[in-house]
C-alpha cells in the first residue's frame, strides 16, 4: 500500500496535494511504531482504535478507507484505489487549476 501513497506525495507539490493517515491501531505506541516501520512521511493521527472518534464520524468500517477530499473539504472520492486514485487526484488539481486562472 505504501509505495503507491509514496509515488503521490513525490509526484505532487505540498501546497496541491496532502496525504494524511489516521491510524487505528490499538495503543500509540503501536501507531507510533508502525509509522516509524513504514517511514511514512506524511502526517499521521492516532485514533484510538477501530472504534475511535474519526473512525466513528467518518464511517470507516475498513482499513484502509481512502477518501479523496478537495480544497473546499468536500469528500468528493471514496475507497478508491490505483489508477482511480490517482484518476481522482489528477481531476481534482485540474479543476483547481482552472479555478484559479485568471479571466
Known amino acids: ?42 502526517k499521521n493521527f492516532y485514533d484510538g482504535g477501530t472504534s475511535g472518534a474519526i473512525a466513528t464520524r467518518w464511517n470507516v468500517n475498513g482499513w484502509p478507507t481512502i477518501y479523496v477530499i478537495d480544497a473546499a473539504g468536500v469528500i468528493r472520492y471514496k475507497d478508491v484505489r490505483g489508477a482511480e486514485l490517482d484518476a481522482a487526484i489528477e481531476t481534482l488539481l485540474a479543476q483547481m487549476e482552472e479555478i484559479g486562472k485568471p479571466e
Open 1 to 42: 500500500m505504501y509505495p503507491h501513497e509514496r509515488s503521490l506525495v513525490e509526484k505532487h507539490p505540498a501546497e496541491k496535494f496532502a496525504i494524511v493517515g489516521v491510524n487505528s491501531d490499538k495503543t500509540v505506541e503501536a501507531a507510533k511504531e508502525a509509522v516509524k516501520k513504514n517511514k511514512l512521511s506524511w
